[in-house]
């Protein structure tokens, strides 16, 4: 929830001069016309730090054939052939264990997908406009100024009317304690981990990692102990709780789960994420403040990581690429998505006015450093040749856009708003049916920041749309400023768990 940056620009261009300000900043910059090269070189950098097994293998396959045919004059030849030349079998032997035994402890250890799931509220946390609006007016603690430019917000954020806010928001007034936060984070914790334990079969004791985000809710113990104690996971296991770090915070958990599991073998890791609303909710008069309690909703979810070879003919996908951008360095990136106190004392998470800019600079960091490790070659030919003659010749040649399409099936962009969806669909020159899953996820459940990719993940799988070899890309933003990718391929055709968010309403999404 810390990340509201990217996921407020949607109702910004509401109301007032705060709403106009916000309008003229709110599309994302032409990334793609003004590409750096240095990280063209960055992703080239992470393609050739695997030279060594794209070399090997080619090498093994070439040696493989020339094998293969011969017959036995020629084994029989190459034998008597050997027999007088003992210095240089011993040679090839000892380069040969070498490389295979550079291969085998230099090579990642894959990483498998064998399930997750994602929280659904129960009916009688429904948020309607009508209901929201009457219970931000009955508070006493918003201006009509303040109400009416949610209710613009909220007309033009993409929501629904059946997305969830906590218990505690039900109240009137609000009941936003420590104890309701705690029961709001058992819920959707503990109603996520269950779905996925019970569609698993994995007992809890044989999970061996524990990752945790969740950026505005941190109490003491922390979140992933209570996760341990309800479980009673064992007393050796690697415990994680990130905070902070806003919606892009579930990648960086899946990344860090991948790191663990290159380094503890045999063992499943979980990644559970969330973001607390019943503690975080402005209750002040700051147009900046008011966005994110108009698109933030409740969700969470648990995803099930396994490095066991024997989990790859149950598991869904396998984790091919995880690509972070970080933004931090810079003031106005580090600061364009803050919490902080308003005039009146009223804690809340304020926004730059610079915010869309900062997230399409971090954005095409990002995807120009992704580029050269799943772009075809032609792609990578065509946009490599004309940057770097735009770049040496100053040449008024206009930049190739790489066709991100031929490299993934399908686009899990994070539902942080209309207008980000709008705008990454353009300058990818996607199509509707690629950014579909982000706008029914938003229109669904509203914003549930860093678990919002995966309700994406799991619309596509209810519709019936991925195929063996399908490859998925997760985008999100997160404060900082991050826009972290990662990238997954389906390891059969993929059919919904039992129990999905969108088991009783894929139908209404046509």
Request: with cysteine; hydrophobic share 40%.
């Amino acid at each position: 929830m810390n990340q509201r940056g990217v996921a407020t620009t949607n109702g910004a261009s509401g109301s007032g001069s705060v709403g106009v300000r916000i309008q003229q900043s709110r599309r994302l910059p032409d990334f793609l016309q003004s590409v750096n090269l240095k990280y063209v070189k960055l992703g080239y950098h992470y393609l050739i730090s695997n030279l060594l097994t794209l070399c090997f293998i080619p090498a093994i396959a070439a040696l493989s054939i020339q094998v293969s045919q011969m017959n036995l004059d020629d084994l029989r030849q190459l034998w008597l052939h050997l027999q007088y030349n003992l210095v240089s079998i011993i040679i090839c032997s000892a380069i040969l264990v070498f490389g295979l035994t550079v291969y085998i402890m230099t090579r990642p250890r894959p990483v498998y997908l064998v399930d997750y799931s994602c929280y659904r509220p129960p009916d009688h946390l429904k948020a309607p406009y009508g209901r929201f609006l009457e219970h931000s007016r009955l508070t006493g603690d918003f201006d009509e100024s303040s109400l009416e430019f949610q209710r613009k917000i909220l007309e033009r954020s993409g929501l629904g009317e059946e997305t969830y806010v906590p218990k505690a928001m039900h109240s009137i007034p609000p009941t936003p304690s420590m104890a309701a936060a705690r029961e709001e984070a058992e819920e959707v914790m503990f109603g996520a981990l269950d779905t996925l334990l019970r569609n698993t079969n994995v007992s809890p004791k044989d999970i061996g990692i524990l990752v945790v985000n969740c950026s505005l809710f941190n109490p003491t113990p922390s979140l992933s102990a209570m996760i341990v104690n309800k479980y009673k996971l064992r007393g050796n296991i690697r415990s994680f709780n990130l905070g902070g770090m806003g919606c892009s915070a579930g990648v960086i958990a899946v990344d860090l789960a991948k790191d663990l599991l290159q380094v503890h073998r045999n063992t499943y890791a979980v990644v559970v994420s969330t973001e607390n609303i019943t503690q975080n909710w402005y209750f002040g008069n700051s147009k900046s403040m008011l966005i994110p309690n108009c698109l933030f909703r409740v969700g969470g979810s648990a995803v099930l990581l396994s490095n066991k070879s024997n989990d790859r003919r149950r598991a869904k996908y396998k984790l091919i690429h995880v690509v972070r951008t970080h933004r931090g360095a810079d003031d106005k990136a580090f600061r364009c998505v803050y919490q902080e106190q308003d005039d009146a004392g009223k804690i809340g998470v304020s926004l730059s006015k610079d915010l869309m800019a900062i997230a399409g600079g971090a954005l095409k960091t990002n995807i120009t450093t992704l580029g050269p490790l799943v772009l075809p070659i032609s792609e990578q030919l065509l946009f490599f040749t004309t940057l770097v003659v735009k770049k040496l010749f100053n040449a008024s040649v206009k930049p190739y856009i790489p066709d991100f399409k031929l490299a993934f099936d399908h686009f899990c962009i994070h539902a942080g708003g209309r207008a980000v969806i709008d705008e990454l669909e353009k300058n990818l020159q996607l199509l509707p049916i690629h950014v579909e899953a982000s706008r029914m996820t938003l229109h669904r459940f509203g914003n549930t920041s860093s678990s919002s990719i995966w309700y994406e993940l799991a619309y596509i799988e209810a519709k019936g749309r991925i195929r063996n070899r399908n490859r998925i890309w997760q985008i999100a933003f997160g404060s900082g400023f991050k826009c972290n990718s990662a990238v997954w391929q389906a390891l059969r055709n993929v059919k919904p768990s039992s129990n999905g968010p969108w088991e009783d309403c894929i139908d209404k999404y046509r």
